[in-house]
């Protein structure tokens, strides 16, 4: 098959793109260690998409087959337009948008979750690595009190929500267990991140990493754990004593590259077709020279077709300056 004649946005390895992680900002007001340098260096705010231009490449992708939109940032609650791109976003279901839905570190959602939902969105998932204060200040360089205000504030407005927790040795791989009793005592569904390499450069260490099997051997200490079958999901569900289900997205030990329907917008406009492509292709300055959708269209068609196999067919360090916060989760 070639890329002519290849069905919506389809790569050279026979998989079709549904979900899009589309990056508001770069700005994080959390400085977590798998995430960004020391000193991040922000992208001057001209270079940024604004509303128009983030909603026309949307609607780009969402024309050429993209279903889900995850709004992501840094922490994309920073953004000051951010309830009123999720209205101009939510609008694309008239165009075969089904879901559009955010990850955040969820401190400022007490404040904007209602506007949010009343704008469209769907579901969260939020950020929390650790329910002991010491282990979440000592990896985040943040306090943890105002991430479970935002999270009781989704439970009590009934939005969806999903908790995130990257595992890395020495930091929090103590927090299995606590977090999994404190997720399951209030019925949310949780998901274990193993650490990539994704942070500053130099900075990763294969030893660190918290693989899916260690997370099984602790999970095995003190619960009943069942593998469930395997989907095009990120994630490998297993279910626990029965009547609690865990996620563990293993991309380092067990990559999912094979399956992965996904790619990712960033927030100054360029296209990474693969979390850990080496770059990405800029899609931001031919829109504000004048390029017309068709011609942007065949930009987009033309990178996904070309994306690489993936971290499976090359792991490791990707050598890159845009970092975590940069590209999106």
């Known amino acids: 098959m070639d890329m002519a004649t290849s069905p919506l946005l389809q790569d050279r390895f026979g998989r079709s793109k549904r979900k899009l992680r589309l990056s508001l900002t770069d700005r994080c007001n959390f400085r977590c260690r798998y995430c960004m340098p020391e000193h991040p260096q922000w992208l001057p705010g001209r270079e940024l998409m604004d509303r128009q231009e983030l909603v026309r490449l949307a609607t780009l992708f969402v024309d050429a087959g993209i279903e889900e939109i995850r709004l992501t940032g840094g922490e994309p609650l920073l953004r000051k337009d951010v309830v009123a791109c999720v209205a101009a976003l939510s609008r694309l279901r008239e165009r075969g948008l089904k879901r559009l839905s955010m990850t955040t570190n969820g401190t400022r959602l007490p404040m904007l ?19 002991d204060e010491v282990r979440f200040q000592a990896l985040t360089r943040s306090p943890l009190a105002p991430v479970l205000a935002g999270i009781e504030r989704a439970r009590d407005r009934g939005i969806a929500v999903k908790l995130n927790a990257v595992l890395i040795q020495d930091y929090n ?25 994704l942070d500053e450069p130099g900075r990763w260490q294969a030893g660190q990493v918290v693989s899916e099997a260690q997370i099984l051997g602790v999970l095995e200490q003190l619960h009943h754990v069942q593998a469930l079958p395997r989907s ?20 380092v030990t067990r990559p999912f590259c094979a399956s992965c329907d996904r790619l990712r917008l960033t927030a100054n406009g360029h296209l990474y077709t693969c979390l850990f492509s080496r770059q990405g292709h800029d899609l931001l300055t031919p829109l504000r020279s004048g390029e017309d959708d068709r011609a942007l269209r065949q930009r987009i068609t033309q990178r996904v077709w ?24």
């Open 113 to 131: 979750l209602d506007d949010l939902i009343e704008a469209g969105l769907d579901d969260l998932n939020i950020s929390l690595d650790a329910v």
């Open 173 to 197: 791989h103590d927090q299995i267990l606590p977090l999994v009793a404190w997720a399951r005592s209030r019925q949310l569904p949780l998901r274990f991140i193993e650490y990539m390499p």
């Open 232 to 251: 095009s999901n990120p994630a490998t569900q297993y279910r626990l004593d029965g009547d609690y289900t865990v996620g563990v997205i293993s991309t």
């Open 306 to 329: 070309h994306k690489d196999a993936g971290y499976a067919a090359t792991p490791g360090p990707v050598a890159r300056l845009i970092t975590m916060h940069g590209m999106g989760g």
